[in-house]
């Protein structure tokens, strides 16, 4: 039978912490938590658009535990404030969705002077990660899951621009993001069990789901290039994408079910991975490629200046 969040098993006395939880995918998977008694902490930009979609979540799940807190993943400083304020409450973290993402925008910098999809996509995450490991460890079965893209399979890693000083392009910048984020969780999990920990770190994409990613990012582009791409991306919401609840069951997949291997990727598993059952599915030979996926960990780890203090795994 194909797998349903009623599958989902009781999350009571467990902590979660869901990036983007304000609308979209991640208000749907924060949503299925709760219904589940998670405690679940929305981290988002805007904490006004964060205590609203608290607001929708109690409407269905009352009594859910719930918190919103800020975090700009644009900025590693508001990431590491939110990673001290985690650890001042020196609480377990059971599981991390690195769910939030921006898709498709003009060339723009984060505050700390990257691409803003890759800063924004994978690095931000990636920081986040890293500084909330010791909550994380102090779990008994923590798992970390990073929602990548189908469009993964656009992405190339150029370590010598990895910011595109060069022929930036919007979607080949998406696509480098979600391919960094599907490597981070791949080699995440090669390095958790080398050093013995008993962590699961899996990646997660949601198909071609109805978000406001299809929109906002092109838009930003503003005249009537942007107008037209953000009209376009309205058109394919309505003709072609799944409702937002469906493409979180990849995610919910992930965090959830009791036998998905750490160092998996799941999505939609038909029609060219946009429709049909959730489980584990392929991705290209670079979504594969760990050689590279040590390189982009120690990378990430220097231009962030966070280190996880894991050794990268035997080759």
């Known amino acids: 039978m194909p797998w349903s969040t009623s599958e989902i098993p009781s999350l009571e006395g467990r902590r979660a912490v869901v990036t983007g939880a304000n609308g979209g995918l991640g208000l749907q998977t924060a949503l299925e938590l709760a219904r589940r ?46 990673a001290t304020r985690e650890d001042a409450g020196g609480l377990p973290l059971d599981l991390l969705v690195n769910n939030a993402g921006i898709m498709a925008t003009p060339p723009r910098l984060t505050a700390d002077q990257f691409e803003l999809q890759f800063g924004t996509n994978h690095l931000g995450h990636f920081a986040l990660t890293g500084l909330l490991l010791g909550r994380l460890k102090a779990a008994d079965a923590p798992r970390v899951v990073t929602v990548s893209s189908i469009v993964h399979r656009l992405g190339t890693i150029d370590f010598d621009d990895l910011n595109w000083h060069a022929s930036y392009g919007p979607w080949r910048a998406y696509g480098r993001s979600k391919l960094s984020n599907l490597l981070f969780a791949r080699e995440l999990q090669a390095r958790v069990d080398a050093a013995g920990i008993p962590l699961r770190s899996l990646a997660a994409h949601p198909g071609y789901s109805s978000t406001h990613l299809q929109t906002t990012g092109p838009a930003m582009s503003g ?11 309205k058109v394919g919401n309505v003709l072609v994408a799944t409702k937002d609840s469906y493409g979180a069951q990849p995610s919910l997949y992930a965090a959830t079910h009791p036998e998905v291997p750490g160092g998996s990727f799941v999505g939609p598993t038909r029609l060219g991975q946009t429709r049909g059952p959730i489980g584990p599915v392929t991705s290209t030979a670079a979504g594969r490629d760990m050689a590279v996926a040590s390189r982009l960990f120690d990378v990430s ?10 050794a990268p795994a035997a080759a």
């Open 301 to 310: 780890e220097e231009l962030t200046g966070v280190s996880f203090g894991l």
């Open 37 to 82: 008694g998670a405690q679940v902490t929305l981290a988002v930009r805007d904490v006004q658009k964060g205590a609203t979609a608290v607001d929708r979540i109690t409407a269905k799940v009352p009594g859910a535990s719930l918190a919103v807190e800020t975090l700009d993943l644009a900025d590693l400083a508001s990431v590491r404030a939110f």
């Open 223 to 233: 005249g009537v290039l942007g107008r037209l791409n953000a009209w376009g991306g």
